[in-house]
């Protein structure tokens, strides 16, 4: 199949099929007589599988990781449960630091709340943002795999 039909088949765009390709997270595709890439049934089998882990929000190292799995063991099941394990850890510390900056936002609303409009903000809640700590234990840091 042409990869308008893959895509069409995976819910994905071309431009990510061909993004998953060009990183080796899908293989490469064979070329017909007139270059087009040409994708077996396998290929929409693993791209199904790739789209199922992102939406989980599994990185894209950590997929790569479990297609290497998928090729070298002849049941992988283990390595994709405790990949699920390791990702639900993950979710419960996002949600408890979510939790915690949500109980931080609304410290600073009330605290705000009671100050006055000032328009030179020296004395509104545009200062208590402004003298807010940078880095506060517990609060959300981003890391490059949340982005992966």
Known sequence: MQIGELARLSGLSTK??????????LASAARSENNYRYYHIHDLD????IAGARMLGLS????????AAFEQEDAP???????????????DQQIAELLALR???NQ?????AV???????????????????TRIPGAIS???EAYD
């Open 16 to 25: 990510t099929i061909r993004f998953y390709e060009s990183i080796g997270l």
């Open 46 to 49: 693993q791209l199904r599988f």
């Open 60 to 67: 894209i190292a950590t997929i790569t990781r479990l297609i």
């Open 77 to 91: 099941c283990a390595a994709v449960q405790e990949t699920l394990n390791q990702q639900l850890i993950r979710i």
């Open 103 to 105: 109980t931080q936002i």
């Open 108 to 112: 600073l609303r009330s605290a705000g």
């Open 115 to 133: 100050r006055p409009i000032d328009r030179n903000r020296s004395a509104c809640v545009c200062a208590l943002i402004a003298t807010y700590p």
């Open 142 to 144: 981003l890391t490059e």
